[in-house]
Structures are given as structure tokens and as C-alpha cells.
């Protein structure tokens, strides 16, 4: 089990090319397990955590419907933002600068092959980086991402998330709002919850955060909970 982690930062990155860097990504991965298997080889496989920041653009999952998007062409033009149908879970979300786009792509046989214990063990991980800014945050039951106030009406998603696994190799990942432009979410039904509010740590903060040291924060959060080496 490789429990070696490859941290790279690719700081502002347009979707289409931070998708086709996973992809590629994800691709040799799957492939060297394949091969493993086929060729009864031990190989080690990689692991990596991407962290990036996307211009504005609204991603739809799989089982998303695309009606929850609601601008036309003329209004994604208007607002300086892009549209991708994309092959991870989940319904729309909206990325843009300000925000901590995470892309773990690791194979899950290095760490545990549960899928439900990975997205809540990378909700843990946003949990424990709010707490560090005083933010009490938790889940919303038959929901995933992290919300605060989840269990009232004042209900808000703080940080969304979408993956896809497939040989046990992941990609895609989640979308936490630090300095985000929340106007954004007004487009589109997020995540196809339409009577829940969107928010993030500077609306709750009534501050702008250095989100070089919330990466930091995070990243040492992902860390400790998967046990991962970072390198």
C-alpha cells in the first residue's frame, strides 16, 4: 500500500484543461492496475492531490438535470462563464476564483475501498478546517458536501462535492467556498437542492481569507485522516 501522496497546486486552471490533466491521470492509473493484475505485477500505483481555482464555470454530473442551469448561451456570455456536461456524480455546481477546487486522484486499494468513508472522510477534512477558523460546520443527513446550520432552517452548503471511482482509482472531488462569488449560485439550482442556501467562509467571517493558508489548513487536514505522506 503506497501510501506516498503527490501534492500539486495548479493554481488558476481552465476546467476543460485541469479535466483533460485527470483524465490523463486517472487513465495511467487504471491501466498500471489493469496491467497488475493481468501480468500478476505489484507495481506501485501513484497517488496525487490537485488543488486548483477554475475561471467561472458551471459543471453538471451525471445524474444532474440540465435544466437546473439557468442561463442560455446569450447569459453564460454575459457572465464570463462556461458550461461542461461532466462524468462525475452529482448535479450542477458553479466553480470559480475564490474557491478551493480539490482533485484527489488516488487509488483507494492504497488507503480503504469505501467509497462512502472516502467522501466522509473528505468532509471530515473541511470540517476540521472550519472549526480552525472558529466556523462550526457539520453534514446534512442524505446529503453530500458540508453545510452549516444543517440541522435548521437556515441550512447552507459551504462546500460541494462530485466524484467518480472507477477500479477503485478516483477523480474529481470537491469545491470549497472561501472567497467565492456567491452571486454565481443565483444561476443555477445548486446541486438540484432549490430551498437551500450557499455560502462561504467570508460571508460567514465578513472577511476575505488568505486562502493560500486555508489550502494549507486543508491540506494537512486531508493528510493526517488518510494517513498520507505527502510529497
Known amino acids: 500500500m503506497n501510501k506516498q501522496v503527490k501534492f500539486i497546486d ?35 500505483t501513484p497517488n496525487y492531490l490537485v488543488f486548483n481555482e477554475h475561471p467561472h464555470v458551471y459543471t453538471l454530473g451525471k445524474s444532474g438535470k440540465p435544466e437546473n442551469l439557468l ?45 462512502h468513508l472516502y467522501l466522509r472522510t473528505l468532509e471530515e477534512a473541511v470540517i476540521l478546517t472550519l472549526a480552525d477558523y472558529g466556523i462550526e460546520a457539520g453534514r446534512f443527513p442524505g446529503f453530500t458536501g458540508v453545510w452549516l446550520d444543517a440541522d435548521n432552517e437556515k441550512a447552507r452548503k ?10 477503485w482509482v478516483t477523480m474529481h472531488g470537491f469545491a470549497f467556498n472561501v472567497n467565492t462569488n456567491l452571486n454565481y449560485f443565483k444561476h443555477i439550482v445548486p446541486c438540484g437542492i432549490d430551498d437551500k442556501d450557499v455560502t462561504s467562509m ?7 481569507l488568505d486562502i493560500e493558508e486555508v489550502k494549507g489548513k486543508l491540506k494537512n487536514h486531508i493528510a493526517f485522516l488518510f494517513k498520507m505522506e505527502l510529497i
Not at 483533460?20 to 506501485?44: C, G, P, S, Y
Not at 462524468?87 to 467509497?115: E, K, W
Open 202 to 208: 467570508q460571508r460567514e467571517l465578513g472577511k476575505e
Open 10 to 44: 495548479w493554481g488558476l486552471t481552465d476546467y476543460q484543461e485541469a479535466w483533460d490533466r485527470q483524465e490523463a491521470i486517472f487513465n495511467e492509473t487504471v491501466a498500471l492496475k489493469t496491467k497488475n493484475r493481468t501480468e500478476n505485477t505489484t507495481v506501485e
Open 158 to 167: 459551504i462546500c460541494a462535492m462530485g466524484v467518480r471511482c472507477s477500479r
Open 71 to 115: 442561463l442560455d448561451e446569450e447569459g453564460l456570455i454575459y457572465k464570463k462563464a462556461t458550461y461542461y456536461k461532466i462524468n462525475r456524480g452529482g448535479d450542477i455546481t458553479y466553480h470559480g476564483p475564490g474557491q478551493i477546487v480539490g482533485y484527489p486522484i488516488l487509488d483507494l486499494d492504497n488507503f480503504f475501498t469505501d467509497i
